[in-house]
């Protein structure tokens, strides 16, 4: 058997590995990685994330800043969380896509819009709520990330009807 | 069958106003029906709205937009008659497309 020489196959495994470790960490470093909202398909790991922070960053691959450009408008108190009517108006400039998170829900991303050139940076939906949580309103401008945010009271979720 | 979508697209010259309202469950898939058994999810996942050859408005959504969906937007750049392609696909790969004039 040739392969119980000693120590000498097993090292030269090792630095091959490492070798081969080092090429694909360059070969990766030219990739941009590309994010759902910047593309045609449908996000569908976004929507599956719970929490807010990890939806946003799925769909985009950054952070927002709040923006008081952004008009959030969304009830005080939704009565039937099943439906409540969520929209959003911006006066930011180079819209490309506009979406709605809500905070407390079982997946916190809960639609998203894609806004093309002469499409006016404005959306009027209606969503499902759980219980009282925040809506964010997330605008991506210009490649920018904005955000509004406003609580709503739920007194009957949208969740088991 | 009638259509699952209703629109009305409307413009004043310049901005074309359209409302759209879909007839679909959107089951979240955590809803169990009167005999305790979950609800599997059923929802439309992607909304496109063409207008003159170009996507105006693409809507992904997930089980958190309301049953028969609500969704309104407006855009520039159509005239009067010309048509509005709205089409949606589902998760359970159902689908419906309509097209209207707009008015």
């Known amino acids: 058997m040739t392969t119980t020489t000693g120590p000498h196959p ?4 090792i630095l091959q590995g490492a070798a081969s470790v080092a090429l694909l960490g360059l070969g990766n470093l030219p990739f941009v990685p590309a994010y759902a909202a910047a593309n045609d398909k449908y996000p569908e790991d976004a929507f599956k994330l ?41 006066t930011l400039d180079k819209v490309t896509s506009i979406s709605f998170l809500v905070a407390e829900n ?26 009282t949580t925040n809506v964010t309103a997330i605008v991506e401008a ?20 | ?12 010259g310049d901005i074309t106003e359209v409302q759209t309202l879909i007839q679909h469950p959107m ?5 169990k029906d009167a005999k305790g058994e979950l609800i599997p ?19 992904d959504w997930g089980t958190a937009v309301s049953k ?25 790969g159902g689908s419906d497309t309509i097209t209207a004039k707009i008015s």
């Open chain 2, 27 to 31: 089951d979240t898939g955590l809803v």
């Open chain 1, 142 to 161: 210009d490649g920018k990330l904005y955000s509004a945010t406003k609580e709503v009271k739920v007194t009957v979720g949208g969740c088991g009807g």
């Open chain 1, 50 to 90: 719970k929490n807010e922070a990890d939806a946003i960053k799925a769909l985009y691959g950054k952070t927002a800043e709040p923006s008081d450009k952004i008009k959030l408008d969304a009830p005080e108190i939704a009565e039937n969380g099943g439906v409540v009517p969520i929209s959003v108006t911006t």
């Open chain 2, 68 to 92: 028969d969906p609500y969704v309104k937007f407006s855009f520039k750049g159509a005239k009067k008659s010309d048509d509005l392609k709205i089409s949606w696909t589902d998760n359970k």
């Open chain 2, 1 to 12: 069958m009638a259509s699952s979508i209703r629109v009305r697209a409307t413009t004043n």
């Open chain 2, 41 to 59: 999810a059923h929802f439309i996942q992607q909304l496109k709205f063409e207008c003159n050859g170009k996507d105006v408005f693409v809507a």
């Open chain 1, 106 to 131: 079982p997946n916190a991303l809960a639609a998203s819009y894609r806004i093309a050139d002469g499409t006016l940076p404005s959306v009027a939906n209606r969503l499902k709520m759980a219980k």
């Open chain 1, 10 to 13: 097993t090292r030269r495994l």
